[in-house]
């Protein structure tokens, strides 16, 4: 099984919050899970859900402030695996291109 999900871990905070999402972003390394960071959030795969969560918890905890906004979204598709990285595959075949707007 593979349970993919979108993190986003942010300090309510005034100014950038770079520093406290790099903390969480770094949280998830000492756990058995795949991850890419991008604009608005984390997508992060692991093999179990019990391994998401507990990167997850993770990621939440090690951000400081007094307020800390998490959101998680998962898909756990437990009729077989599936990466990520297959499911932008599929959007690409049916656009025809990259499922980007910016050139490389």
Do not use: C
């Not at 390394?29 to 795949?34: A, R």
């Not at 979204?73 to 707007?101: N, S, T, Y």
């Amino acid at each position: 099984m593979t349970v993919i999900a979108l993190l986003s871990v942010a300090p309510v905070v005034e100014g950038s919050m770079a520093g406290e999402v790099a903390k969480a972003v770094d949280a998830l390394e000492g756990f058995d899970v795949t991850y890419e960071t991008n604009p608005m959030g984390t997508v992060i795969e692991a093999d179990d859900i019990e391994e998401l969560m507990a990167a997850a918890t993770a990621a939440h905890t090690a951000v400081d402030g007094d307020r800390v906004s998490t959101v998680l979204k998962i898909d756990d598709k437990r009729g077989r695996e599936q990466r990520a990285r297959e499911k932008v595959d599929a959007v690409e075949r049916e656009l025809g291109r990259p499922a980007r707007g910016d050139p490389e």
